[in-house]
């Protein structure tokens, strides 16, 4: 995952200052807390991640299928 540093708070910061959590996802769509320099928690906006989980009617062959499909080449490589 791309982590855009405009989107980075320390945990401290986040845990003093939520508001401004709560800013960098409104203005992002996203913010990343950074605990013991690397990244822990993922804050995003609830509409997006509504539109992040899958569609509940699709099964796990269809997605699965999907995703053999879009990496093919890749399996196909790994398999040599």
Do not use: C, H, W
């Amino acid at each position: 995952m791309q982590i855009d540093t405009n989107t980075v708070v320390s945990m401290t910061e986040a845990n003093q200052n939520f508001s401004k959590v709560a800013r960098l996802v409104d203005q992002y769509g996203r913010a990343v807390v950074f605990k013991n320099n690397a990244p822990r928690y993922l804050v995003l906006d609830f509409a997006a991640a509504e539109k992040m989980s899958m569609a509940p009617d699709e099964d796990v062959l269809a997605v699965s299928k999907r995703i053999m499909e879009q990496y093919d080449e890749a399996f196909r490589e790994l398999a040599k």
